[in-house]
């Protein structure tokens, strides 16, 4: 939703709020460029927090740019959503998701991190026309805001959800060495 479905926006931030190209050419670039740079501290944000509260953390991010975005009319402020957006994309995206598919599915790597790409697709494909749908109904805060409400309350049982760790059998946290398939 952050990155793929974010440029059904720009001919309504244009129309209704009156920014020019330039500028909402410049949110995808400053919230690519905050994504860029959390991408390259990702390692040591997750060394200091885990997993599980880095990744609330993002997620908590991602929901406040939205809310931002619902809530104001200005550029300086679409800006702060961007760079806040880009904060949630680059450390709540594909990286924290690989290292939990890495930890859990370890026998089926590929898989898992197969059907989680294609979430994301599944957005890219429905997202336009329900966010194009909900703005022509309700107008453009209002669709920022339910997809704020909407990510709050997808993370929410997905924060939940996450442990950092798989817990090993009993037989092996006690040492023994049978095979436990």
Not at 69 to 78: D, I, K, T, V, W
Not at 95 to 124: D, K, N, Y
Request: glycine share 8%; charged share 10%.
């Amino acid at each position: 939703l952050l990155s793929n479905v974010f440029p059904i926006y720009f001919p309504f931030i244009m129309e209704i709020r009156g920014f020019s190209n330039t500028q909402v050419s410049l949110l995808t670039t400053m919230r690519s460029i905050t994504a860029l740079f959390s991408m390259f501290v990702s390692d040591r944000y997750y060394n200091r927090l885990n997993l599980k509260k880095g990744i609330a953390l993002a997620l908590c991010a991602s929901v406040f740019s939205y809310a931002i975005y619902g809530c104001s009319s200005s550029p300086a402020l679409y800006y702060l959503a961007a760079l806040i957006s880009g904060l949630g994309y680059g450390l709540g995206g594909m990286i924290p998701a690989s290292v939990l598919i890495r930890r859990w599915f370890p026998a089926h790597t590929a898989t898992a991190m197969g059907i989680a790409a294609s979430g994301s697709g599944v957005a890219s494909i429905i997202g336009p026309v329900l966010i194009t749908s909900l703005i022509r109904r309700f107008g453009l805060s209002a669709a920022f805001l339910a997809e704020s409400a909407l990510m709050a309350i997808c993370a929410l049982p997905l924060v939940l959800l996450i442990k950092n760790e798989p817990e090993l059998p009993q037989a092996q946290a006690s040492g023994q060495s049978q095979d436990l398939r």
